[in-house]
């Protein structure tokens, strides 16, 4: 895993070296500093070197997408086909646990994914989860560039999880969707996204391991609706543990009802 760090200025760049001194106007003396600038060249194109050689990198390990990117089995049955689209939009509503489910599968799998605009993404909990930091990229905090960063994305990554920071025109959507498709990729919203193939929302939860006035919260039981776009698709929803009691997200296995056991009985004649 690594951390996108902003570009930094020429100035941050510049390597001061040792002072030297040179005459004012009137004849005093002041101090000035001489720049190694081959110096600076020198460490500027091994960094720019190293980026290429990082994004040629993740390039060359690109998951085949010919169907589709595979997602986990909790959230499955919630999408058309059983997976994530290759070139498809998804929305997730206020749950960074089940945006973090949609990448799951992929990464195990050896796809790049990147997460843009979510400081709230766990390492410690999207490991935990199967996630592979070795391919994830982090941008905790784009600014006002996070579309940009977005859409840089999409070029190296096949799972890109981003929180919208602002509006987003069709124009900005349409360009991003084709980007998509090119690259072979899929694109998860964090809240609302105009135009999304799917969308996901928890729209009714309850947590359990709480007894009369004691225990601690041990499990979350949510219902899952996904709906399509412009209702293309039929609402389908799905019971899930989000979390269960050990962190993972898994179906709600059905109760098993209990049959009776019938045992012979001596009866008097």
Not at 27 to 40: F, K, M, S
Not at 188 to 194: C, F, N, R, T
Request: proline share 7%; hydrophobic share 45%; net charge neutral.
């Amino acid at each position: 895993m690594f951390e996108y760090e902003g570009m930094q200025s020429a100035a941050a760049l510049a390597s001061p070296g040792a002072p030297a001194e040179s005459p004012r106007a009137g004849g005093a003396v002041r101090p000035v500093r001489r720049v190694d600038h081959l110096g600076d060249a020198r460490a500027a194109l091994e960094r720019i070197t190293s980026l290429r050689s990082r994004v040629a990198e993740m390039e060359s390990t690109r998951v085949d997408t010919v169907v589709g990117l595979p997602t986990a089995p909790a959230v499955a049955p919630l999408l058309p086909g059983g997976a994530i689209r290759v070139g498809g939009t998804y929305a997730v509503q206020d749950s960074v646990l089940l945006a973090m489910t949609m990448l799951q599968a992929a990464s195990a799998e050896g796809a790049w994914c990147a997460v843009v605009g979510v400081p709230s993404f766990g390492v410690e909990a999207a490991a935990a989860a199967g996630i592979d930091l070795e391919r994830l990229v982090l941008v905790p905090d784009p600014g006002d560039q996070w579309l940009t960063v977005t859409a840089a994305l999409v070029d190296v990554a096949q799972i890109v999880l981003t929180r919208p920071l602002g509006r987003v025109v069709p124009g900005d959507v349409s360009r991003l969707s084709a980007r998509l498709r090119q690259r072979g990729g899929a694109l998860v919203a964090l809240g609302s996204w105009p135009g999304a193939d799917v969308s996901l929302q928890v729209t009714a939860s309850e947590w359990g391991g709480i007894g009369h006035g004691h225990g601690y919260l041990a499990e979350r039981r949510a219902t899952v609706t996904a709906t399509g776009r412009a209702g293309a698709v039929r609402p389908v929803s799905a019971e899930l543990l989000l979390p269960a009691a050990d962190g993972a997200v898994r179906p709600v296995e059905p109760a098993t009802a209990s049959r009776p056991v019938f045992r012979p009985v001596a009866v008097a004649s």
